[in-house]
């Protein structure tokens, strides 16, 4: 999760935790109540400027309706207190303006202490009714502030994909929300506390266990809480607010308590996930084991069957062996031997592939060379086959790793050859194109079907008909692993002039310049 994303979420979640404690937390500011109270005067002088225009053209009740009309339009506006202010405030100035004898509080008919009492009783419901309304709206509002909040929390947690990055998306969430500095701990293995997330100042572990624990990181202004999953603590987030209030009030530690949950929640499935893989990655490498071992030692029996067998029989001294059969049993057992190398090269190069040691040196290659040079190491299995070999004109060099290269060509070689029938052409073409060279090898054999073209170069994987014929289900790996590793791509496709296959490999353009001559003879890089 990159760290733009992990401040917005920081930053949305901070708005609105500022919406649910900025209305509660130590309470209005003096400016705030100083600006109610000047609001309730307003609407009560505004009242009495009204009535005393109407007061001929309008009757007495008419006008307490109009004063009792401000103070429940302001009990709308402003909180209990100031409300209650101004229906007192309306009172008075009833009395003093509209009551005879006219601006003085003195009041020579009793009955006007009915009407006060009225005016002052109905101000009063009206006040408290209106703030009842506006906590029960705030505190829905309230509701749906830190709903959002979580929801955005979890989302983000829900996208980080290891324990890093999930602290790092929490201690972000957490120092924009509450204004703090955040230092998220994770256990290590041996139970010890190690920070991967910090944001603002760094804060030491110091979980709050015990009633000493506890007293000191509220000396400190800090507060330690511990990361619960189902198998124990996983570890501790460590919050120290920067404002002197901090999470003084009760809804904000609640939120806090619940935020820190979901970070607990999240970090339980990343690592439950983790340890699915792990079980999941030991269970395929062993089944991986258990069936290269199978087949390996199939395909190591045979020739090695053979190689016994002539060499024996070559050692028997007793036996009257003609010239020409020596001669034959002498390259049985130099054929196998090379088949024996050529199954042990695929090892070596599928656990260098595996164990990430893959190093291609690029140097400028004749590709006609590489082409010979996987083509004699064949062996006997290219005997009385008919190899076709196009190389474009075009093409004089090309930069590759040619111990790669002519393994690749090998492997695909073999491959076409064990699936062709008898005197059937295999024709190997190298061709350019725009993205790069390309090189093809088409054989005559049953082709592959389409639903298996995608898994055809999987480790392990042979087709459906390949029937008795042998193989370990690791050439073809292995020359998509050596390809890509140039930067190229392979592919396999059905040849469109009769049964067959197409296997097609492209290596990039290389940026190096070409190696050129200089006018002394020398060699020297062409600009």
Aim: net charge negative; aromatic share 4%; glycine share 10%.
């Amino acid at each position: 999760m990159s760290s733009s994303s992990s401040g917005s979420t920081a930053g949305g979640i901070s708005a609105i935790v500022g919406h649910l404690t900025g209305t509660t937390r130590g309470g209005p500011s003096l400016g705030e109540r100083l600006g109610e109270h000047a609001l309730g005067a307003l609407a009560v002088a505004l009242a009495t400027a009204l009535v005393w225009l109407i007061r001929d053209h309008v009757a007495e009740p008419d006008r307490v309706m109009v004063f009792l009309l401000a103070v429940g339009l302001v009990a709308f506006r402003v909180r209990l207190g100031p409300a209650l202010v101004t229906a007192l405030l309306s009172v008075a100035a009833y009395d003093l303006f509209f009551v005879e004898p006219f601006f003085t509080f003195a009041v020579d008919d009793a009955r006007y202490m009915i009407t006060f009492v009225v005016m002052a009783s109905v101000g009063a419901v009206l006040s408290s009714l209106t703030a009842r309304l506006r906590l029960q709206a705030r505190q829905a509002r309230d509701a749906e502030a830190r709903t959002a909040a979580l929801y955005q929390l979890s989302h983000e947690l829900v996208a980080a994909d290891d324990a890093a990055a999930l602290a790092t998306t929490a201690a972000s969430a957490i120092a924009g929300a509450f204004d703090a500095d955040v230092s998220v701990y994770l256990l290590d293995r041996e139970g010890a506390p190690s920070r991967v997330a910090q944001r603002g100042a760094a804060i030491e572990a110091r979980p709050a266990a015990g009633e000493g624990a506890a007293g000191e990181l509220a000396r400190r202004g800090e507060l330690g809480l511990p990361l619960i999953g189902q198998a124990g603590e996983l570890g501790v987030v460590m919050v120290r607010p920067r404002a002197s209030a901090g999470l003084d009030d009760a809804d904000a530690r609640r939120l806090l308590g619940t935020f820190v949950g979901q970070i607990a929640l999240a970090l339980e499935r990343t690592r439950l996930a983790a340890a699915h893989q792990e079980a999941e990655r030991i269970a395929e490498v062993e089944r991986l084991r258990s069936t290269l071992l199978s087949s390996v030692s199939h395909d190591l029996r045979t020739p090695l069957g053979s190689i016994m067998g002539s060499a024996t029989t070559l050692l028997d001294r007793d036996a009257q062996i003609e010239a020409s059969t020596r001669r034959e049993l002498l390259h049985a057992i130099h054929d196998e031997a090379d088949r024996l190398a050529r199954l042990l090269n695929n090892l070596l190069a599928m656990t260098r592939i595996e164990g990430g040691g893959l190093q291609v040196r690029r140097e400028w290659e004749v590709p006609e060379e590489v082409v010979g040079a996987a083509i004699r190491r064949l062996g006997a299995g290219k005997e009385g086959r008919e190899l076709r070999v196009t190389i474009a004109p075009e093409i004089e060099l090309v930069a590759f790793d040619a111990l790669m290269i002519e393994l690749v060509l090998i492997n695909l070689l073999d491959n076409a050859l064990k699936y062709s029938p008898a005197g059937a052409p295999i024709e190997v073409e190298v061709r350019g194109a725009p993205e790069g060279v390309v090189f093809a090898i088409r054989d005559r054999g049953p082709g592959v079907p389409a639903d298996e073209r995608g898994r055809l170069f999987d480790k392990l994987y042979r087709g459906a008909g390949v029937g008795e014929i042998a193989g370990a289900g690791l050439g073809l790996a292995i020359a998509r692993a050596l390809v890509e590793a140039h930067g190229g791509a392979i592919r396999v496709a059905e040849r469109g002039d009769g049964p067959g296959a197409v296997f097609e490999f492209t290596l990039p353009n290389s940026p190096q310049p070409l190696p050129g001559v200089d006018d002394d003879g020398g060699v020297s890089e062409a600009s």
